[in-house]
């Protein structure tokens, strides 16, 4: 989260230097978006995602095998 932080710091400061400012921020942006914590939050979102499709999937598994079709669940 530090990390994110940062980032928002550099861009404001960076929008403010010009140019050089400019390189900075883009700088700023490789280093943080190649450190681990980016990554293991990345990859925290990824595998949760794959979890909802994956329990999505069988619900709708489920319901088309009972014959129920894509009726809303009330």
């Given at each position: ?9 550099g ?64």
């Open positions: 989260m530090g990390a994110m932080v940062g980032f928002v710091l861009y404001v400061l960076g929008t403010r230097a010009g140019d050089k400012g400019w390189e900075e921020l883009q700088q700023s942006w490789r280093t943080i978006s190649s450190s681990e914590e980016v990554r293991d939050i990345l990859s925290g979102g990824l595998a949760t995602a794959r979890d909802l499709v994956r329990q999505g999937a069988a619900v709708m598994a489920d319901r088309l095998s009972q014959g129920g079709g894509l009726r809303s669940v009330a």
